[in-house]
């Protein structure tokens, strides 16, 4: 991934941007209001209600910057790139793009559904403003990207979903854009195509170009840009890197959740999240010391107030050999009675991509009901197996409800920092141990 460099001016540049929506009771509410206003130039005939589905958004994609926008359902990802595209304008603020732009939004749009596939893909290159014979000069290179074989002359409108993104993606990405545009497009694609379209954003990477990324899926943000941004309801919540925004959206989610299960009418016995904080922050007990890439959340009603990682002799430490035993040692101070406590450990990359982990429930270890007041130890032993280099522990605390659901009480995410040192070699990240013979 090529690094900004300093002096470099932004490819996108959003200014205070918003989107507001009229949204009518019923279609007749509208033409009724249409009609009014027009006939007596009045202003008060007013049958709708405004919805902004964005908010005073401002940001820049820089050139080399990969750029992931995550949010829920309908917190304004598509809409602002609708925006940004131009196929939407503003309600307000101002948009600049410098550059070529090529973008792949949701599944349906660019193409005329009455066209083959090999006429979408010229007027696509049309549209991008490249003449028709460098097209033909390309079009063998996006037909084989493509892999649809002879429906590549059948209307696209006999396509399934697979074949269109397919196709949609290995056009947008051969017209050599400066700025690559995505939107949760490739969800739709199977496995080996999906591997095929992450290789070419990693060329794209190389080459310095700017890429906006929506996706659902937090482990491909997280691995593949190099900043981030959360959106809620039209508003931005963070812009930083990849992983502290994924872990506050993960915050985000669980306290929705537990606003959920609130409504279903499920006993959740936990307060709400800035009660929570407070909690945390009242507690008495000593806890070890957070260390700055740390991102904590829960319901504050129990507590991680110490861990550590311990060699086979039960000494803390934070450098490991390869191939010996270590332990993840956890414990945890119960401010409630909790029928079903969940302790579990994550181990990730210093990028934030997840290697391994587990829980008490995942390895089948019962944990006994906990009183409010009481300490509870846990430890996760296992054999190092992985490529040496530094990595990160997350560590957790929660409870398991009566319907199966789970309420985070005490997550601290990336809260220990440790080194695998060692000669061995891998390919990939962890060693599954295997055992080769010639047959």
């Not at 070529?100 to 749009?109: D, T, W």
């Not at 930083?240 to 499920?266: A, F, H």
Request: hydrophobic share 40%; aromatic share 8%; glycine share 10%.
């Amino acid at each position: 991934m090529e690094s900004i460099r300093e002096g470099d001016s932004p490819v996108i540049k959003i200014t205070d941007i918003s989107k507001k929506y009229r949204i009518y009771p019923t279609p007749r509410h509208k033409l009724k209001e249409a009609v009014l206003r027009g006939l007596f130039r009045s202003q008060k005939w007013m049958y709708h209600r405004e919805f902004w589905a964005l908010h005073g958004i401002n940001l820049e994609v820089f050139p080399g910057e990969t750029f992931g926008i995550i949010g829920r359902n309908g917190s304004g990802k598509s809409t602002l790139l609708q925006i940004i595209t131009g196929i939407m304008q503003p309600s307000s603020g101002t948009v600049t793009v410098n550059g070529r732009v090529s973008a792949l939004l949701e599944l349906g749009a660019g193409f005329n559904r009455d066209f083959t596939g090999r006429e979408n893909v010229f007027m696509n290159g049309s549209i991008m403003g490249i003449h028709r014979a460098e097209m033909e000069k390309r079009f063998e290179e996006i037909e084989a990207f493509a892999d649809i074989g002879s429906f590549i002359n059948q209307p696209v409108k006999t396509y399934s979903s697979g074949m269109y993104i397919r196709l949609a993606f290995a056009a947008a990405v051969h017209v050599d854009p400066d700025i690559l545009i995505v939107d949760e497009a490739l969800a739709v694609g199977d496995e080996i195509f999906r591997r095929r379209c992450y290789q070419k954003i990693e060329e794209f990477q190389k080459k310095g170009k700017a890429i906006l990324f929506v996706s659902h899926s937090l482990q491909i943000v997280k691995s593949l840009c190099s900043k981030a941004m959360l959106l809620e309801k039209g508003k931005v919540i963070e812009i930083g890197s990849p992983n502290t925004v994924v872990n506050i959206y993960n915050d985000l989610i669980s306290n929705k959740e537990l606003t959920y299960l609130k409504r279903k009418g499920v006993n959740t016995s936990v307060n709400s999240q800035s009660n929570a904080v407070r909690a945390v922050q009242n507690m008495e007990d000593m806890e070890k010391e957070s260390l700055p890439t740390e991102y904590r959340y829960g319901t504050g009603e129990a507590k991680v107030i110490s861990f550590g990682l311990f060699d086979k002799n039960g000494n803390e430490t934070s450098i490991t050999e390869f191939g010996e035993t270590y332990g993840i040692r956890v414990t945890n101070k119960f401010q409630k009675d909790v029928e079903k406590p969940q302790m579990g450990i994550r181990i990730s990359t210093m990028t934030g991509i997840v290697v391994s982990g587990t829980t008490t429930k995942i390895e089948g270890i019962p944990v006994m009901p906990a009183k409010s007041g009481e300490t509870v130890t846990v430890e996760f032993q296992f054999v190092m197996r992985l490529k040496p280099n530094d990595y990160t522990i997350g560590v957790g605390l929660s409870e398991i409800l009566a319907g199966g659901e789970t309420v985070a009480l005490d997550r601290r995410m990336d809260a220990m920092i440790f080194k695998v040192v060692g000669q061995k070699k891998l390919m990939g990240l962890v060693d599954i141990n295997f055992h080769v013979k010639v047959i």
